[in-house]
Structure formats: structure tokens, C-alpha cells
């Protein structure tokens, strides 16, 4: 009878993840408000003291506000399975959600900087999640629960799962346009928009005609040390740096519908033996992702991204629907 109150009923599948209950940090200030809002209706009802009776309504109040915030942590699910088809989200007090492998578009294990009110002195505070994304609007959410080791093993079993892009460091966040460089003052939105004069029906086209165009610093273009060009002005150059190559890419695949994601960061640079700043794609074929290295002019522009990402290191990226990510930034070797 439990098992069915609690829908605990649901048998395991093949890799089965016990996270504990994520109580919140709310959960002890809940304690102690419970605790006093019966004390204070002992004494209000026996001694009829209307000072009391106030102080009794006050901490009802705050003792719902804070026992909300209880039931959104309890609600994240107690328990994930998942085998080659689907995943299963157990929850405590719902019904479970089951989501088929197919459906999703990737998955990041997310960490959230929570930021101080301002004015104050404490410091941010982190907490852990998984986002479970099918679509922008439709994502599910699993929170580190109680059990860390259990969480970190779902995290390396997630990692198996075969045609799902599992990303261990991205988090979905706002990122300025000028996190991306000094040369991004013109808003995301003008590089996808309208048509321009070169046409590509496919992704082949879009690499011949990159291989035509020139690499040049903005310096020697611009006499700026750094300066985006809209697809249009790079079309009419056939000239440019690492990121209009890459944006001018980003919009043609916008066009195709192919779903990709500009990212800037930093390259090793294996002659010169240090790592540089850069700009590239990732686009997400069938399932797998594949680096797009937009300013190669010989050799294979589309790599599967397993194989290459020891030598980039990203640092902000946007992708189609114009959602900015940020990424961890690992010590430099």
C-alpha cells in the first residue's frame, strides 16, 4: 500500500541510481518555524493573548512560505533508472516520468551558482543538477539528493548512454555578448537573420565555399584587434578571423536546420605548443556531436568531437534557439 501511495511500485531497470532526498537549505529553518508556530498556538489558545494570536499568524505564514520551498525539493525524483531505451524518473510524492532515449537532445550536469542579495557578504553558493533536455521548453531537472556517491555514479553512467551528447561541464545560463569578445557588440539574433547572396543547399557546400575564403586577422582587415563581421560583409571579403568563419557557418546551418552551437574558447596550438584563442561549431548529427573547424582550408572540417576535445577547451557558447551556455574552464597544463 505504500509502494502504491508513493509509486515506489515501478521495478528497476538495468542501471538503477538511489539519489536521497534533496531537503533544501530551507529545511531546517522549516523546523525550527513548525516548532515554534506549535508552541505559540499552545500558549495563544489557553492564555487568549492577542499579541500572541498576531505572533501566531505571522509565523503561519512564514512557516507555509518555507514549507513550499520543502515540497519543490521534494519533489525532484528520489530515484533514475535508465536502460538502452529509456530513462525513469522516480519521484517521492508524484507519478514516475518515463522518457525514451530517442526523445532527448543532450544531457549536462549542470552546476548552478546561487548569488548573494546585494550588499551582502556571504558567498555564492553552488548546488549540482542534471538537465535531461528533449526540447528548449522541456527539460527535467534532477538534483543532487542526499547520496553524493550515488550521484556521481549516475553522472559516469550517463556517460554509456549511446546517442545522447552528455556534456559533464555545461550549464544553460545568461552569457553576455561580450563574455564571447570585445568584437561582440552586435546582438546574436543579426547573424541568423535574412538571406544573403551565397547560397548552400548543404553542408558540403557550406565547407567549399569556406575553403575558398581567406584567413586574416582583424588587425590587418580592420585595423581593430578584434571585429565580427555580419555574413553578408564576410560573403563580399571572402576574409576573416576564426569567428566569421564560424558565424558565417552557424548562419547557413540555421538556415539548413541543422542544430549547432558557436562556441568560443581556446585551441592547442601543437607548433607553437600553447593554446590560443579561438572560435568553432559543434553540430549535432543523428544523435552525435561533430566539431566543426570552420577555418581549416584542407583535411576533414567536420570531426566527431570525442576524438578532437582534448585539444579545445570552450568557454562561452550560444546555440539555434539563442541560448548562451557557460562552460567550466579547467587549469591550463
Known amino acids: 500500500m505504500l509502494k502504491r501511495l508513493f509509486h515506489w511500485e515501478f521495478p528497476p531497470l538495468k542501471h538503477s ?17 513548525t516548532a515554534v508556530f506549535l ?33 519543490e525539493e521534494i519533489s525532484n525524483p528520489v530515484r533514475v533508472d535508465f536502460d538502452e ?13 518515463t522518457v525514451k532515449i530517442t526523445s532527448l537532445s543532450e544531457i549536462r550536469v549542470e552546476t548552478i551558482l546561487k548569488k548573494p542579495p546585494a550588499n551582502s557578504k556571504s558567498k555564492p553558493q553552488a548546488f549540482d543538477q542534471i538537465a535531461f533536455e528533449i526540447s528548449p521548453q522541456k527539460i527535467v531537472f534532477v ?6 556517491i550515488t550521484y556521481a555514479n549516475l553522472v559516469q553512467g550517463l556517460l554509456q548512454i549511446s546517442g ?5 561541464n ?10 564571447f569578445g570585445s568584437g561582440a557588440i552586435i546582438e546574436f539574433d543579426e547573424f541568423l537573420k535574412g538571406d544573403t547572396a551565397v547560397s548552400a543547399h548543404s553542408v558540403h557546400e557550406i565547407i567549399d565555399f569556406l575553403i575558398s575564403c581567406q584567413y586574416a586577422l582583424d588587425m590587418d582587415l580592420f585595423k581593430k584587434p578584434d571585429h565580427w563581421q555580419l555574413p553578408l560583409e564576410f560573403e563580399e571579403l571572402k576574409k576573416g578571423d576564426c569567428e566569421d568563419h564560424a558565424l558565417w557557418a552557424w548562419h547557413k546551418l540555421h538556415k539548413l536546420g541543422i542544430p549547432s552551437e558557436f562556441i568560443v574558447g581556446t585551441m592547442y596550438n601543437e607548433r607553437q605548443k600553447r ?53 567550466q574552464r579547467k587549469k591550463r597544463a
Open 17 to 33: 541510481y538511489w539519489l536521497g532526498i534533496n531537503w533544501g537549505e530551507n529545511a531546517v529553518a522549516v523546523y525550527f518555524g
Open 39 to 71: 508552541f505559540m498556538s499552545f500558549v495563544g489558545i489557553i492564555n487568549f493573548e492577542p499579541g500572541l494570536i498576531f505572533i501566531l499568524i505571522i509565523t503561519v505564514g512564514f512557516s507555509l512560505l518555507l514549507l513550499a520551498g520543502i515540497f
Open 85 to 97: 531505451n529509456q530513462i525513469q524518473f522516480i519521484h517521492l510524492i508524484s507519478r514516475p516520468k
Open 143 to 148: 538534483k543532487r539528493g542526499s547520496n553524493r
Open 164 to 168: 545522447v551528447p552528455v556534456f559533464v
Open 170 to 179: 555545461k550549464t544553460l545560463q545568461l552569457v553576455s555578448p561580450r563574455s
Open 275 to 327: 593554446w590560443n584563442g579561438h572560435a568553432w561549431l559543434t553540430i549535432n548529427q543523428k544523435g552525435r556531436l561533430q566539431l566543426f573547424e570552420t577555418v581549416r582550408k584542407s583535411g576533414s572540417l567536420i570531426q566527431p568531437l570525442d576524438d578532437v576535445k582534448h585539444k579545445y577547451r570552450p568557454y562561452v557558447g550560444i546555440d539555434h534557439h539563442l541560448r548562451t551556455f557557460s562552460y
